[in-house]
């Protein structure tokens, strides 16, 4: 079982939508959560932080964590074709100086 | 803000070439990471760094080595360069303590190329 699962898609929404990005982690105590947003050819740049459960909002992001259930949730409001990318979920385990990348869900915003 | 820089976007190298990707960061972070992203298998992690002179092995070391002789940069070696190395090549810094532990930043990347 991977460390960290995201469905890959395509995701496709519609502009002014809601998209929503879903990922699951297997280590139970893990503690820390973010997302990355990657254009085709750059390099992920962190978008959103997340470390103890309910959401966290940042402009039109809202990061959700269910440490329960052992997922984690990006919602992008109002989408727009610049969210067009490739999104990661990364997870931080203790004891380990590394974080777990899922393999990105890509996101399509049609104009 | 992190600044991560890389040596080069794009290198073309020859089978067989010794290689150095050079990183540098200037947020005083401990940790410092290589990886390669290749299309389907995401990112894989080559060597980190958790302090100076100081070197763990990812999950793919092989046909690589790293150096870091100063707190803000870490290097990565590929000895024989080989044409399935042709990938993108990231760095990454990452805060050990505090409040925004665990924050990771990456460098534009280095496209390589391996003929």
């Known amino acids: 079982q991977k460390e960290v699962e995201q469905n890959s898609g395509p995701l496709s929404v519609p502009e002014g939508a809601i998209a929503s990005l879903n990922c699951t982690y297997s280590d139970r105590g893990s503690q820390s959560f973010f997302w990355y947003r990657q254009y085709s050819g750059k390099s992920p740049e962190l978008i959103m932080s997340i470390y103890s459960n309910g959401d966290k909002e940042d402009g039109r992001f809202t990061a959700q964590l269910n440490k329960a259930s052992q997922y984690v949730s990006l919602l992008i409001r109002d989408s727009q074709p610049s969210d067009s990318a490739t999104y990661l979920c990364a997870v931080n385990t203790p004891g380990a100086n590394n974080l777990f990348f899922g393999t990105g869900t890509r996101l399509t915003v049609i104009p | 803000d992190v600044k991560v820089t890389q040596s080069s976007r794009y290198l073309v190298k020859r089978t067989g070439e010794k290689v150095f990707l050079e990183c540098v960061q200037d947020?005083?972070?401990?940790?410092m990471f290589w990886y390669r992203q290749d299309p389907g298998l995401g990112l894989r992690l080559i060597y980190f760094s958790y302090d100076v002179k100081m070197k763990e092995k990812g999950d793919i070391p092989e046909g690589y080595s790293v150096s870091r002789e100063k707190k803000e940069r870490f290097s990565l070696i590929l000895e024989s360069a080989s044409t399935n190395q042709t990938s993108m090549y990231l760095c990454a810094t990452r805060r050990g303590q505090g409040a925004k532990r665990g924050e990771q930043y990456f460098g534009p990347g280095t496209r390589l190329t391996v003929t």
């Open positions: 947020m005083d972070h401990e940790n």
